[in-house]
């Protein structure tokens, strides 16, 4: 499985993006795939996750309200719909699939595939 996100970019503080995830080869009904970020100074952290089959979803705390994150199961993409931007969301934003979607789901070190990373910097 490869994992293809798209360009993140430049946006003002309040404004919205829509990154998204491809996966090359086939996530089955109970795999998983999640949103993680790094600031700059900072460490990886858990952004959002959702399970392929139900589509259940999870997001932190700080992105609560604002995010969303959601599939397309015929495209094999999932998309993160982060609105209400504030400056403290800069971060490279990376996406991660994990073939069985079992335990926390919020640790990095537990998923078997990464995409490339893509930034986002929100400022005025």
């Known amino acids: 499985v490869q994992l293809q996100a798209s360009w993140g970019g430049l946006v003002q503080p309040g404004g919205s993006l829509r990154p998204s995830c491809t996966a090359s080869?086939?996530?089955?009904?109970?795999?998983?795939m999640a949103w993680f970020r790094q600031g700059p100074g900072k460490e990886r952290e858990f952004v959002a996750r959702i399970s392929w089959g139900a589509g259940i979803t999870y997001l932190t705390d700080s992105v609560k309200g604002r995010f969303t994150i959601s599939r397309d199961s015929a495209k094999n993409t999932t998309y993160l719909q982060m609105n209400r931007l504030r400056p403290e969301d800069t971060a490279v934003y990376y996406c991660a699939a994990k073939i069985l979607f079992n335990g926390n789901n919020q640790r990095p070190i537990e998923y078997d595939y990464w995409g490339q990373g893509t930034v986002v910097t929100v400022s005025s």
């Open positions: 080869g086939l996530i089955y009904s109970g795999a998983g």
